[in-house]
């Protein structure tokens, strides 16, 4: 079988709880930065972004936090569901470029039991 | 309305092989992204275009791998005389314009196996 859940970080929460999924940035000249969900077989799936001139920002059941100081990003989903279930990536736009050169974390995988 | 859309969603060829993944953005996106995703990593950057100038391939990994996107819209990469190590999924994304700082749309991916 694939080997793609022994390499990855891992998240496994119940039904109805918040999760929060952390992420580690390399570039402290990226400006723009993204979560991605992807599930089995799909390609990537826009979440929420967040500017390096936010520390926060809010969507429906999402909230992404920006800590610039230590290169941190994090991704709290409220009241987890069975359908959040999926890999989460986050992205930075390093700079250097004009038009979006993203570089990807690793991502998390995240269980949703009910 | 539609989103970016790949083929095919699989293929498999045999070493040596060339191949060609088509990639459709969303109609009017200025410019478009080839990443590659090696099982259990994240996506990484090939090559970028706007409109039908491809301005940066430096993340193509050999000169086995061609994009061109000529009329501005479609975009296809051609990998020649395929490896084992080229097994991965292969992901397009478009967005609207060509400024950094706004959502890339990704499509399904093209699923590709070198035997």
């Known amino acids: 079988g694939e080997s793609v859940g022994l390499h990855l970080p891992t998240l496994s929460v119940q039904e109805g709880d918040n999760s929060i999924i952390n992420c580690a940035y390399s570039?402290?000249?990226?400006?723009?930065f993204i979560w991605y969900k992807q599930e089995s077989g799909k390609g990537p799936q826009f979440i929420i972004d967040i500017r390096s001139n936010m520390d926060k920002r809010q969507g429906q059941r999402v909230t992404v936090l920006l800590n610039k100081t230590v290169k941190h990003l994090s991704l709290q989903i409220a009241a987890t569901q069975p359908g959040d279930s999926a890999v989460y990536f986050c992205?930075?736009?390093?700079?250097?470029?004009?038009?979006?050169?993203?570089?990807f974390g690793q991502g998390t995988i995240l269980t949703v039991h009910p | 309305g539609a989103g970016v859309s790949q083929s095919p969603r699989y293929k498999v060829a045999k070493r040596g092989q060339d191949v060609a993944l088509r990639c459709d953005p969303i109609s009017g996106h200025v410019s478009l992204f080839w990443y590659q995703q090696a099982l259990g990593q994240g996506p990484e950057f090939l090559t970028y275009?706007?409109?039908?100038?491809?301005?940066?391939k430096s993340g193509l990994p050999s000169d086995r791998f061609f994009a061109e996107r000529p009329e501005g819209s479609v975009s296809t990469l051609k990998i020649q005389r395929t490896q084992q190590e080229d097994s991965a999924v292969y992901l397009c994304?478009?967005?609207?314009?060509?400024?950094?700082?706004?959502?890339?749309?990704f499509g399904p991916g093209t699923r590709l196996l070198v035997l």
């Open positions: 570039n402290s000249a990226s400006d723009y």
């Open positions: 992205a930075e736009n390093a700079g250097g470029t004009s038009y979006g050169k993203l570089t």
């Open positions: 275009f706007q409109n039908e100038a491809q301005l940066d």
């Open positions: 994304a478009s967005s609207l314009w060509d400024r950094g700082l706004e959502t890339q749309y």
